[in-house]
């Protein structure tokens, strides 16, 4: 049974609801509607609300292409005005200020937004006894769309969404006492794009201070690239608008633009671009020599990052999953690989890339056809996770994981532990609906322990403790040296820490960092 619950914070006095012994308040607005002419500016601070605020609902999720493995949730509406944030808290009061976990959704900065059910923050905040809050963030087009370069008089902003991120953190500082937590002890975390996010807020000076502690899952950390592929990224959508850059009314035309006709370009854009340029993302934040002053590899690979403590981590079988959806996004075939490194060597000459035969000795034991998809998980996600711990160890207290686990259907149909499966674990939501096949096959029970280690390891975190869960082995802190060298968790039917489980692959690669610039 539901019953309202309301506060007032600096923002504004707010009615939320209480559910199985949890309070929420949704759809709190943060900023002024990215709308008319504030599209493709800077978010601008919501004014103080007056009266009593209704935050009983979630807000609208920014408009983006239809996506059936993507659930916006019940009765989502999108629309621009898309930029609102959700508040959990555990009903009781308690004697101090609660940790705070702010959620930075993923979806390949195109899809997803707070409202999806599977971040239902009821079990996590329940478990962890921390505040939750979930970010709504411009996505696609809307947010990682720079046309500053590409029409230069026409006022237009970037990073949007990476702005988007700092200006929701810096109203949890103001306004989250309110609700009980502790402004002091934020833990930002986020998946796959957000992930993405939070590696490269750990390299986004202006962030320092909103948060204190980080958690990256299945972070495209070296995925982030310069004005000049933003701008041709830009023209490229101006081209599918039907619009010249070089029109004198080319700013007036796209700032007149339907959302729809947007969203169209957006999602076709989003798919040429790597398709093109593998190894490549059209959208993803960029590096503009401001706001963003250096590639966040980079920054954090040389120990240059904010220094807080970070978890950081990848699944196993991250690939399998792009391969499933026959998606685009990362290059599996050796075809597509093959161009990715010729693409590499040709705009970094001076830089010395793994040779191919290199390269495969990290994949001796790998079944022929899987090669393509070891080759993708790793410059995709495990090597720049590696990169950004070997890096980041220097500056503040890092822990690496590895989540391996996947239940017997998925293992079944081939997609073992692949990207995002991690994540109905860490929020404790194991079962989406009564169509979810996962436990088809069995393995819930052994998937409620895994998900109770996960819950209770990501919140002591927050807490400002190690990240440790009864009755399993210690979790040291990675290290490049030292008896317990690069020590990684990983997560299975029973944890274990291994270390060096990426020797191999370390030796196979190399130590230079790959990416495009």
């Not at 000076?205 to 909103?210: D, E, H, I, K």
């Not at 807080?308 to 391969?323: C, H, M, Q, R």
């Not at 590499?344 to 040779?355: D, F, I, K």
């Not at 802190?477 to 692959?505: C, K, Q, S, W, Y």
């Amino acid at each position: 049974m539901e019953t309202a619950v309301t506060v007032t914070a600096p923002a504004g006095t707010f009615r939320g609801r209480v559910d199985r012994s949890v309070r929420s308040w949704r759809g709190i607005r943060f900023a002024l509607p990215p709308t008319g002419d504030r599209r493709w500016r800077d978010p601008l601070p919501a004014p103080d609300a007056d009266g009593v605020v209704d935050a009983t609902d979630f807000g609208p999720v920014c408009p983006q292409p239809t996506n059936p493995a993507i659930p916006l949730g019940e009765g989502a509406v999108e629309d621009e005005d898309c930029l609102s944030l959700n508040v959990w808290a555990p009903e009781g009061e308690s004697a101090s200020a609660r940790p705070v976990m702010v959620w930075l959704h993923g979806g390949a900065y195109t899809f997803g937004s707070s409202s999806q059910p599977l971040y239902d923050a009821t079990s996590m905040v329940s478990a962890g006894d921390v505040i939750v809050v979930t970010v709504n963030y411009r996505l696609g087009a809307l947010g990682f769309l720079d046309l500053s370069h590409a029409l230069p008089d026409g006022g237009f902003d970037g990073n949007l969404a990476l702005k988007d991120v700092l200006l929701a953190l810096r109203w949890v500082q103001r306004n989250v006492a309110a609700f009980g937590g502790d402004p002091s002890r934020v833990t930002v975390f986020g998946e796959s794009a957000g992930g993405g996010l939070v590696t490269t807020l750990l390299a986004t000076p202006s962030a320092r201070g909103l948060f204190h502690r980080a958690i990256a899952q299945s972070s495209p950390a070296s995925s982030v690239y310069g004005s000049a592929r933003a701008m041709k990224v830009a023209r490229r959508f101006l081209s599918e608008l039907g619009i010249a850059a070089d029109d004198p009314a080319a700013s007036t035309a796209v700032e007149a633009a339907s959302v729809d006709a947007i969203v169209a370009a957006s999602q076709r854009v989003y798919a040429d671009v790597p398709t093109s340029d593998p190894g490549t993302l059209a959208f993803a934040p960029v590096v503009d020599g401001d706001l963003l002053p250096e590639a966040p590899i980079a920054v954090l690979r040389e120990g240059r990052g904010i220094p807080v403590p970070l978890v950081i981590g990848t699944n196993k079988d991250e690939a399998s999953l792009f391969s499933f959806m026959k998606s685009p996004l990362i290059p599996i075939t050796g075809e597509r690989i093959d161009q990715m490194f010729a693409d590499m060597a040709a705009e970094s000459p001076g830089v010395e890339l793994p040779t191919r035969e290199q390269v495969l000795t990290a994949y001796e034991h790998v079944r022929h056809r899987a090669i393509g998809l070891g080759v993708a998980r790793d410059i995709g996600f495990r090597l720049p996770t590696l990169w950004v711990a070997e890096g980041h160890s220097k500056a503040a207290p890092v822990w690496l994981y590895r989540f391996d686990h996947a239940a017997p259907f998925l293992r079944l149909i081939g997609l073992g532990a692949t990207h995002a499966t991690e994540l109905p674990y860490v929020w404790g939501n194991l079962v989406s609906g009564p169509k979810d096949l996962t436990f088809r096959l069995g393995g819930r029970r052994i998937a409620d322990l895994i998900s109770a280690r996960m819950l209770a390891r990501w919140t002591a975190f927050a807490r400002g403790d190690e990240p440790t869960a009864s009755g399993t082995p210690a979790w040291p802190p990675f290290r490049t040296d030292g008896d317990d060298a690069r020590a990684t968790l990983v997560i299975d039917r029973h944890d274990a820490v291994v270390n060096d489980l990426d020797g191999d692959l370390r030796r196979a690669w190399g130590d230079t960092i790959l990416t495009f610039s």
